[in-house]
Nanobody, 116 residues
Framework: QVQLVESGGGLVQPGGSLRLSCAAS????????MKWYRQAPGKERELVAR????????DYTDSVKGRFTISRDNSENTVYLQMNSLQPADTAVYYC?????????WGQGTQVTVSS
């Protein structure tokens, strides 16, 4: 079955960096558009970044442009989110999402807390 397992979250000070990973299994990874979402307490889940199947195109929500970078390694079935210059407003649970023709699949999420 499809599995997405996120890792790399944690507590970081403002201005710091984290790298999230999402290990995928149970499907052909290169067939999936991969996305990172986040959900802060009391807020709706929002799309943070998106990367196409071969990794040739990426998109970001405005608030993270220039600070976050999404990438993927199709040989390792893994998608990454490099997060730099983190701000308290980035505090949220971050979710990995795989968009396949048969449906959308979600990981369990990883908590990112930005605080001094």
């Amino acid at each position: 079955q499809v599995q997405l397992v996120e890792s790399g979250g944690g507590l970081v000070q403002p201005g710091g960096s984290l790298r999230l990973s999402c290990a995928a299994s149970g499907f052909t990874f290169s067939n999936a558009v991969m996305k990172w979402y986040r959900q802060a307490p009391g807020k709706e889940r929002e799309l943070v970044a998106r990367i196409t199947r071969a990794g040739g195109s990426t998109d970001y929500t405005d608030s993270v442009k220039g600070r976050f970078t999404i990438s993927r390694d199709n040989s390792e079935n893994t998608v990454y989110l490099q997060m730099n210059s983190l701000q308290p407003a980035d505090t949220a649970v971050y979710y990995c999402n795989a968009e396949l023709w048969i449906g959308n699949y979600w990981g369990q999420g990883t908590q990112v807390t930005v605080s001094s």
